[in-house]
């Protein structure tokens, strides 16, 4: 921190007042967001955070004029929290900042225009951001974190501002995709449907109306919702909508959707072509798509396993799609009978449409997977039942007598039921 005369601390704070103001007076929404983008680190607050660490009396120079002091309930916390976050104090710079953001909040809803929208997205991010730090700092004293949660609650009461008509409401997906970080980041995602029964049920919301970025974010988030809820359908909709609308520039957003995009589309049965893996760094899914391709069940499960590739198995429980990968099992095995089908095809095809069990138990075996003629014959009923495969048993010879038209029909964007 550089040293600072008293006279040139002075002119940095009546500088960012008589901006504050500016700002306010000329409704300029895009320079007053700056002006409270705490944690962007930009030298002119962090400047202004050192002058405020210099001068100690910031607050009569808010009061003394008449120009600043009918602002001064947002500007003097706001100030405070600068001062804190330049000092390292998390945990005093988030209260600042929620006390500055509450009195902003009572401004804002007397602004009939949304002039100032850029500078509410601003606060509803680093009123997250900040409330996150805070919680790592409380964790590293030994005290429970529950700053976030406390954001979740002012959120909250920010999204009941921008939801009744006017229009303010195109906001309200912004601070509501705030909140699915919050709810996500705090393992409550049940809290999510409240705010989507809004935005979904509500008359006031026409979601053509909302900014493209918070569309794919929103549909990010509630995609990964119907993945956590095995609703395979409405997750590939989602994601896939994401995908698609994402800025191509945008490569770690892609990546984010694809993470959860690709098991989706394995689950009904779309295989993504490996350079696209590659592209997007991605490469923990290879085994998984190449045991399904080669109905390799020994991949499959070693993929799944924590042994040398324990990294890539957190990956997948972390990001929550393990159990989904863990139910391509059945796909596997489809893959592997249809292998042998066209192997018998190719040697006889007057008889390929009949496939020994005891052939499928020596495949497996190859494969180091031990299991009975009877274990066996269960696995082919239950692909039968699920029309994975067209067929019948033959018991008494023990042989799977597969449909001559279509035995192995494609999903056609179905999941496999559960």
């Known amino acids: 921190m550089a040293y600072l005369s008293m006279g040139e601390s002075h002119r940095r704070i009546t500088d960012y007042l008589n901006r ?4 306010i007076n000329y409704q300029d929404g895009d320079s007053l967001a700056r002006l409270f983008s705490v944690s962007s680190d930009s030298p002119s607050l962090l400047s202004l955070a050192d002058a405020l660490n210099v001068f100690q009396d910031a607050n009569r120079l808010i009061k003394q004029s008449e120009k600043f002091s009918q602002f001064g309930e ?41 002039w100032a929208l850029e500078a509410l997205y601003v606060i509803a991010y680093e009123i997250r951001v900040l409330a996150e730090r805070a919680d790592r700092e409380l964790a590293s004293n030994g005290k429970s974190p529950e700053k976030l949660k406390g954001a979740g609650s002012f959120l909250m009461k ?38 989507i029964r809004s935005i979904e049920t509500a008359r006031i919301f026409d979601f053509e109306e909302f900014p493209i970025r ?38 770690a957003n892609i990546r984010m959707i694809l993470k959860y995009l690709i098991p989706v589309k394995l689950s009904i049965g779309i295989l993504p072509k490996k350079q696209l893996l590659e592209n997007y760094d991605l ?10 391709k080669r109905g390799d069940l020994r991949l499959l499960r070693s993929a799944l396993q924590e042994n040398e590739d324990q990294y890539v198995v957190i990956l997948f429980l972390r990001s929550g799609v393990y159990l989904v990968l863990e139910k391509l099992e059945l796909q596997v095995y489809q893959r592997l009978l249809k292998k042998i089908y066209i192997i018998q095809k190719q040697k006889d095809p007057s008889k390929a449409h009949q496939v020994k069990l005891e052939v499928i138990v020596k495949a497996l075996k190859w494969l180091e997977i031990e299991m ?43 999941p496999v039921a559960s």
């Open 20 to 23: 504050f103001a500016d700002a």
């Open 372 to 414: 009975d003629l009877d274990e066996v014959e269960c696995i082919v009923a239950i692909l039968i039942y699920k029309n994975l495969m067209k067929g019948y048993f033959a018991h008494k010879s023990k042989v799977v007598v597969l449909s001559k038209q279509d035995p192995f029909p494609k999903l056609n964007g179905k």
């Open 158 to 195: 920010v999204f009941g501002v921008l939801a009744g008509k006017g229009p303010k409401r195109v906001g309200a997906l912004y601070v509501t995709c705030q909140l699915f970080k919050i709810y996500f980041k705090l393992g409550t995602v049940n809290l999510c449907r409240s705010v």
């Open 283 to 292: 490469v923990e899914y290879n085994n998984i798509v190449e045991a399904l």
């Open 74 to 114: 947002v500007v003097a916390p706001f100030f405070r929290s600068l001062q804190c976050y330049r000092l390292g104090n998390l945990v005093d710079a988030y209260g600042a900042f929620e006390k500055a953001s509450n009195a902003f909040i009572q401004e804002f809803r007397n602004w009939e225009s949304g």
């Open 214 to 251: 918070d569309k794919v974010t929103y549909m990010y988030y509630t995609g990964r919702l119907e993945v956590l809820n095995e609703n395979f359908p409405a997750a590939d909709q989602k994601l896939s909508y994401a995908l698609t609308h994402c800025c191509l520039s945008k490569e």
